[in-house]
């Protein structure tokens, strides 16, 4: 986890994301450097842009607040909207059944 938070942290300085620069983040930060672990998070951001990451995680977040604020409010309205209940009388219903067999 440590690696990660040092790649946000040279991310958001402008920095290289380098194994060298992570190695002396976490050494920076009290850990004991792992170089291998510094490989492989250099590797898995080839390509990536860690800015957008964030900017589409936090678009995620706030349409999924919006989304279920949207479901809270139409179940809301669905609980306090009367109920109304249809009864039909024997003869209603005879009626209905009559009109299939013409």
Known sequence: MEYVYAALLLDEAGKEVSEHN???????????????KAKAMVESLKGVSIKEIIKNAQTMQVAQVQAQATVAAAATAAAKKPKVEEKKTEEEAAGGLAGLFG
Do not use: D, M, W, Y
């Open 22 to 36: 992570l190695l002396e983040v976490v050494k920076a930060a009290g850990f004991a450097p792992n170089e291998a």
